[in-house]
């Protein structure tokens, strides 16, 4: 139990549509950020969100977006969804930077048919 | 460019046997090095870390070393029990600025024989 909860657990949409899935962090954790996890594959940095700021982004496209709310929840949202966004979608909530015991939440299976 | 590599996709051992994993990576600005265990249906757990000025970090049955100049770290697990069978990522960090922005090798899956 890490304190980080993640939903939807699963869904399935069909490519060309809009996703949203939502991070709920650990009770004072104010840095979120996101990974897609492909099938055998490590997990890949999406972006990070900082007291609501974004403040770091991996290679990916625009389309996929995010916020952090003021208690520090947040949203990943994927536009114009591809086949290869097919993933485990996973939210990680620190309190402040590296050094900081970093904390997972179970993921959302994103399935684009 | 895979900046953090797990060459070994898989290992099998022996309950109560040591197991070590590799991994190794190729940016001489990470500076942070983590270990994670995922089970299915389950976001990666926490091991253990080790920071770039240290060579051995020790955590019980776990162990991390680094080599620097080989740009290596290793996870030995002494003695390796049946639970500890699951996926390994080692996971690595340019600066403690960098927050949660962490760069995953590719996971080792681990099966531990009774």
């Known amino acids: 139990e890490t304190g980080v909860t993640q939903s939807p657990t699963h869904l399935i949409k069909t490519r060309g549509q809009q996703v949203t899935l939502r991070c709920s962090s650990q009770s004072g954790h104010n840095t979120v950020s996101w990974y897609q996890q492909a099938l055998g594959q490590g997990p890949q940095f999406i972006f990070q969100y900082y007291r609501e700021e974004e403040n770091g982004r991996g290679n990916f496209p625009p389309r996929f977006s995010g916020l952090q709310f003021p208690n520090y929840s947040s949203e990943l949202n994927v536009n114009a969804l591809e086949l290869d966004d097919s993933a485990l979608y996973l939210c990680?909530?620190?309190?402040?930077?590296?050094?900081?015991?970093?904390?997972f939440g179970e993921g959302s299976w994103l399935t684009v048919v | 460019d895979q900046q953090v590599k797990q060459n070994s996709p898989s290992l099998s051992v022996q309950e109560g046997r040591i197991s070590i994993l590799n991994c190794d990576y190729t940016n001489s600005m990470f500076d942070y090095f983590l270990w994670y265990k995922k089970y299915p249906a389950e976001g990666p757990t926490f091991l253990i870390s080790i920071s770039s000025i240290k060579d051995k970090n020790e955590d019980g049955r776990f162990t991390v070393f680094l080599n620097k100049s080989a740009k290596h770290l290793s996870l030995h697990i002494v003695p390796s029990q049946p639970g500890d069978s699951a996926v390994y990522f080692c996971?690595?960090?340019?600066?403690?600025?960098?927050?949660?922005?962490?760069?995953f090798g590719g996971g080792t899956r681990v099966l531990v024989k009774p």
């Open positions: 996971a690595a960090l340019r600066s403690r600025a960098a927050g949660n922005k962490l760069t």
């Open positions: 990680a909530s620190s309190l402040g930077g590296a050094g900081n015991t970093i904390y």
